[in-house]
């Protein structure tokens, strides 16, 4: 991974090492990462990553918040991504929205006080964006607002609400625009995370909107630019999740390592068996791996380079290895790799979970087919007719 600065890496190691880490499983028990975990991160600068210095963030860009990220998921994947979707719409807010935009929300959400999520997906729209349904029809100076969206992470704590919805019904990307709405508004209903595998902690589920009225001046992004808009977060937010996943994996390394030095078999350590220590080199080899390519999308979106490819092979892959890494890290500490003692059970389906944030695996494989032709066959220099 890119570095970002020394004091931010330290700052994240820290809060994961004090914080996360020791808190982890209790709020797997909650469903939420609490609020005042929010307003901790505020402290300790890490609310606001994506924020421009002149605006009050940290002004880490992309590579640092990478950096940071990978850090913090070392403690826990759900924690992590509750917080960078926050980051990633402050930095949103400070990058699209207007003077009283950034008056109105941007402070609060810096110090962790107001917390932020993503309103794209819906019951019926995953991996088709352009199929939103939920509705906004211009009343006067206002806009009701009418549908449904779902799979939300952070519904059960946010109150900053970027809400994706379409203008004018049947034109696809060009009549989607999106909003910044507060989510105490009347007509809007917030549904229980839902029930899952595991990472309860990310708060994970469903808000609707019945006649819900928001103020014109709320939109962010009118149509014909959100869709592009959202397009470009969700990029942010692959090389976002491949960082973590990076950080599950070195610390679930780490942890069968350590166990397997001191575990003793057959008068050894077992970590001087070949057939285990072979097995956890092909981690490490995929770990290093999918850091090289996390670093690749890093560079391609620091210099506007084709950030959509880059990003889809960083998700596709280390979101694999890290899944298929872990199981391996589990299985080379036997029996304990299963005892909630140890953090790789949340691990592991953390990664699992990650197989289907931004983008299922399936959809990085619609986007990097479609670079197939112009990448590789056009590049061939024998075999040609």
Excluded at 35 to 56: I, R
Excluded at 113 to 130: K, N
Excluded at 155 to 173: C, E, N, R
Excluded at 174 to 190: E, Y
Aim: with cysteine; net charge negative; hydrophobic share 50%.
């Amino acid at each position: 991974m890119m570095e970002p600065s020394t004091e931010l890496l330290e700052v994240a190691k820290q809060f994961a090492s004090d914080v996360i880490a020791p808190n982890a499983e209790h709020w797997e028990r909650l469903g939420r990462v609490p609020y005042d975990v929010f307003e901790s991160a505020g402290e300790a600068g890490l609310c606001g990553l994506m924020v421009p210095t002149a605006l009050g963030g940290r002004g880490a860009g992309i590579e640092g918040m990478a950096a940071a990220m990978e850090a913090l998921a070392g403690a826990c994947m759900n924690t992590a991504f509750a917080l960078i979707v926050h980051n990633n719409l402050a930095g949103f807010i400070a990058a699209n929205g207007t003077a009283a935009h950034h008056e109105r929300y941007l402070e609060a959400m810096l110090t962790g006080r107001r917390i932020g999520a993503f309103l794209l997906t819906e019951p019926g729209a995953g991996s088709d964006a352009q199929a939103i349904e939920t509705v906004a029809e211009r009343d006067g100076d206002d806009w009701i607002l009418s549908g449904d969206k779902a799979w939300i992470s952070n519904t059960t704590s946010a109150d900053i609400l970027s809400v994706y919805v379409q203008t004018a019904p049947g034109s696809g990307a060009k009549g989607i625009a999106a909003f910044l709405v507060d989510a105490d508004l009347d007509g809007i209903v917030r549904s229980d995370g839902y029930e899952l595998m595991r990472g309860h902690a990310l708060g994970t589920g469903a808000f609707r909107f019945d006649g819900c009225r928001v103020a014109n001046d709320r939109m962010i992004l009118a149509p014909g630019e959100a869709f592009r808009g959202a397009m470009a977060g969700i990029n942010t937010a692959r090389i976002a999740v491949a960082a973590m996943c990076c950080g599950v994996l070195r610390e679930s390394l780490a942890v069968s390592v350590r166990y397997a030095e001191t575990r003793a078999a057959f008068g050894q350590s077992t970590l001087e068996f070949q057939g285990l220590n072979w097995m956890l080199a092909e981690v490490a080899t995929n770990l290093e791996a999918a850091r090289g390519l996390t670093r690749a999308a890093i560079e391609a979106a620091t210099n506007d380079a084709d950030t959509t490819l880059a990003a889809a092979h960083a998700k596709k892959f280390a979101t694999r290895v890290a899944f298929d890494g872990i199981a391996e890290c589990m299985q080379a500490m036997g029996a304990a790799g299963y005892r909630a003692e140890y953090p790789l059970a949340r691990h592991l389906a953390s990664a699992k979970m990650a197989q289907f944030l931004d983008g299922t695996t399936q959809i990085q494989n619609v986007v990097i087919a479609r670079t197939l032709r112009t990448h590789y066959a056009a590049a061939a220099t024998i075999g040609q007719a």
